[in-house]
């Protein structure tokens, strides 16, 4: 089992950059596929951006592809998203989540979210 906790959200004018980390206890985390969606205000959440357990394969969605940076050190359990030039759209509840495979499959643990609110 792996229980993601996120951290790292805030408040950041448009432009800017925010890191987001999501470490996650449990001793299948390098098995985990590990992915971060976000949700508006008055939307439905999103997949951003996901890991494969060995890192050796990613997937963005087209809306941050080449802004945002997911990345994951297995040594600390831990997984990030770096987001840069960020927009008053990218504004929402972002979470982490796992799988219980390297890449297919349903997510099945999820953390609580942090918030990202960006101001133009």
């Known amino acids: 089992q792996v229980q993601p906790v996120e951290s790292g959200g805030g408040l950041v004018q448009a432009g800017g950059s925010l890191r987001l980390s999501c470490t996650a206890s449990g001793r299948t985390f390098s098995n985990s596929a590990m992915g971060w969606f976000r949700q508006a205000p008055g939307k439905e959440r999103e997949l951003a951006a996901q890991i494969s357990s060995s890192a050796s394969s990613t997937y963005y969605a087209g809306s941050v592809k080449g802004r945002f940076a997911i990345s994951r050190d297995n040594a600390k359990n831990t997984v990030y998203l770096q987001m840069n030039s960020l927009k008053p759209e990218d504004t929402a509840v972002y979470y982490c989540?796992?799988?219980?495979?390297?890449?297919?499959?349903?997510?099945?643990?999820w953390g609580q979210g942090t918030q990202v609110t960006v101001s133009s």
């Open positions: 989540a796992a799988k219980n495979t390297p890449w297919g499959g349903e997510y099945v643990y």
